[in-house]
């Protein structure tokens, strides 16, 4: 793969996502996005889950458009919440709220609206170039593998969960398991033999993912929002000239939060099991860790509203990067649109570059697009978003709930799905409060298929001998770097000193 | 919170336990086609139930914390949960006669009114919109068949 390969598919793609219909749905899509991230209580993975089944009569490239304009226009909409109602609308951008809504407090919501939109910009696009210059030979690398070194990539991605996904690492590690589980819920793969389905003729299609990740995130976040009464007060705001102005000359100042944060943005996304979430808290703390005025964080510094926005949407970009080359998410949002490249008819991992050539640069192309489409409709736009938090919750939960039954039912057109919907809503609302964390269980339900054959195949290989995995340097080294990190919180907590936990990974 | 942790880890566990029994109906060795249908699911449920023993472990012997213990939800909680709670499943267990759009508008007039307390004006008004314009975006623009229940079909197609 040389750099003009590159280039030339560069083009092809901008020219892919440049055609009038997908250019008409990228602005769709950031729209929704940015609706769905102002509001709480209706998330980026939820959002998506729900437009999911929208996407069914489109051609593959317009529907992950879509699904990824949603996804740039949620992780910006969540700022506008956060600086202006002092909640944020997302869980990335729980950080943003610290020194976000202390500058709107002060009369100057239009800067920190601004250094918000800004630096979500340029950590999206310098993610953006890395992403086009690694994903390709990312892909040709992967190309090589078999099944026993996809099974130890596939180990490495829920290792990480448990080693780097904060939180319980026990809880993380059942939740891994229950995933899996789950997804041998249907019928054996290899021997086309019905399991697992307790004698239910309806479970003989397998629990869909999308009907439990919509119980899951949607129902479960509503149950949780309803119980702490959410009162929604905010400060009106609107982004001018004066503000663009005094935000862009102080810009240079930040260079290095920015540089920080996009870098550590996007290898926390490449990684999977982390997301836009944990990145923004480790780049907020990071900012004020080198800061020179460390107490003026968290009374509306601006660079406190810089730093988490950068490395969010970085992480938002990098978390593509495995799911489009190897087939494994780096976030349950991405999670959610891989479960849509199945129902699109698509086979996600390294031949996608080799024999889906328009759906992968259409999708690379229409980043760099919508990036900067993006930041000109939410700098403009604000009022009209924000006037969306004013929709009042009694009309806005069951609005969601409503919405949660057409996109659950959609998948299959079985009642039976509407029940577990709702089932999941009550164990997502049951597992947040016990602070079990949800994106392990997502990820591995939407994995567990391409797992179990990878293992199974490779016991084949290896005429059921363990050892294959022993024997190929590349799988050795994954399974190895795999055991480290489920030992690492173990080995953490024999040395006495178990460092403060970040918050539990729940979307992103 | 610690009781509804220790409760909920055992429920875990009781569950993991029917999963082994449910993979244990199928050939969990090795087969003609190398690992049998019931040898992930097998080893997956056995694994996940130890992990549900270790939490179960776990959360007793977490020490009673200094005061009050914080109940799993509050009382004054239970109203406002159970109000978004109990009319969805009225709804989805009569969905049959009533559809979505039907169950949805009912749902949502309720809500409305017993928990956002609006005038009855806009409750009627935003009640009978608002399912009105998800019908013709999800009928009509994106052709997505929902159950529309037995009262629509009527009203639509006479039948």
Not at chain 1, 167 to 192: C, E, N, Q, R, Y
Not at chain 2, 42 to 55: E, K, M, N, P, Y
């Amino acid at each position: 793969m040389d750099l003009f390969s590159v280039f030339g598919n560069l083009l092809y793609g901008l020219g892919v996502a440049l055609t009038p219909t997908n250019l008409t749905v990228a602005f769709v899509g950031l729209i929704l996005g940015t609706a769905i991230g102002v509001l709480p209580g209706l998330g980026g993975t939820n959002g998506i889950a729900l437009l999911l089944p929208l996407t069914f009569n489109l051609p593959p490239t317009s529907a992950i458009i879509l699904l990824a304009s949603v996804y740039w226009g949620a992780l910006f909409g969540g700022a506008i919440t956060s600086i202006l109602f002092n909640i944020p609308g997302e869980p990335w951008s729980v950080a943003t709220t610290f020194d976000g809504h202390p500058l709107a407090q002060q009369g100057k919501p239009g800067i920190a609206l601004t250094a918000a939109f800004t630096s979500s910009f340029l950590g999206a696009a310098v993610s953006i170039v890395l992403f086009t210059f690694f994903a390709p030979p990312l892909a040709e690398w992967a190309l090589r593998f078999g099944p026993p070194e996809n099974f130890a990539v596939l180990l490495l991605a829920f290792a990480t969960f448990t080693g780097l996904g904060g939180g319980d690492p026990a809880k993380a590690l059942f939740m891994t398991g229950l995933g899996l589980l789950l997804s041998t819920v249907g019928f054996d793969i290899v021997s086309g033999q019905p399991r697992m389905n307790f004698g239910f003729v309806e479970l003989q299609s397998g629990v869909s993912f999308i009907v439990i990740a919509i119980g899951l995130f949607g129902l479960g976040e509503i149950f949780l929002t309803v119980e702490e009464g959410l009162r929604l007060r905010g400060i009106a705001g609107r982004v001018g000239f004066r503000d663009l102005w005094e935000m862009w000359r102080m810009l240079p100042r930040f260079w290095a939060t920015i540089v920080r944060g996009t870098i550590l943005g996007f290898w926390i996304g490449v990684l999977p099991g982390t997301g836009a979430t944990p990145a923004s808290f480790m780049s907020y703390g990071l900012a004020k860790q080198f800061s020179k005025h460390p107490e003026r964080f968290g009374k509306g510094e601006v660079e406190g509203v810089v730093a988490p926005e950068t490395a969010a949407h970085a992480a938002g970009i990098g978390a593509l990067l495995p799911m489009i080359t190897l087939g494994i998410p780096g976030s349950p949002t991405a999670a959610v649109m891989l479960a849509g490249f199945f129902i699109w008819g698509l086979n996600p991992g390294a031949l996608l570059f080799q024999t889906q050539r328009e759906f992968v640069w259409g999708l690379i192309g229409s980043m760099y697009i919508t990036n900067v489409l993006g930041v000109l409709i939410v700098l403009t736009m604000v009022p009209v978003f924000a006037a969306i938090n004013r929709i009042p919750f009694g009309v806005l939960a069951p609005l969601i709930v409503i919405l949660s039954s057409i996109g659950a039912f959609a998948v299959n057109n079985q009642v039976l799905d509407l029940w577990i919907m709702l089932g999941s809503g009550v164990l997502g609302y049951v597992f947040k409060k016990l602070k079990y964390p949800l994106a392990p269980l997502v990820v591995a339900l939407v994995l567990g298929d391409m797992t179990e054959q990878a293992l199974r195949q490779s016991l084949i290989m290896g005429q059921g001998s363990l050892l294959i995995f022993v024997t190929r340097p590349i799988a050795l080294t994954f399974l190895l770097a795999g055991l480290f990190l489920f030992l690492l919180p173990l080995v953490r907590g024999l040395r006495g000193r178990r460092p403060r936990a970040p918050e539990p990974v729940t979307a992103g | 919170m610690r009781r509804a942790d220790t409760a909920f880890a055992l429920l875990l566990v009781v569950g993991a336990a029917i999963m082994i029994r449910e993979a244990l109906r199928l050939p969990i060795a090795w087969t003609a086609i190398g690992p049998g249908a019931g040898f992930f699911p097998f080893w997956l449920s056995v694994g996940v139930a130890f992990q549900g023993v270790i939490i179960l472990i776990r959360s007793l012997r977490v020490p009673a914390p200094p005061g009050r213990e914080v109940p799993f939800v509050e009382p004054e909680a239970w109203r406002p949960l159970l109000v978004a709670f109990l009319p969805m499943v009225a709804v989805i267990a009569a969905i049959n006669y009533l559809g979505i759009y039907i169950g949805g508008a009912l749902y949502l007039a309720g809500y409305m009114i017993f928990v956002g307390r609006h005038h009855w004006t806009s409750v009627i008004l935003i009640s009978i919109l608002l399912p009105l314009g998800l019908f013709l975006i999800f009928e009509r623009w994106f052709l997505l068949p929902m159950p529309k229940g037995l009262i629509l079909e009527h009203l639509l197609f006479g039948r």
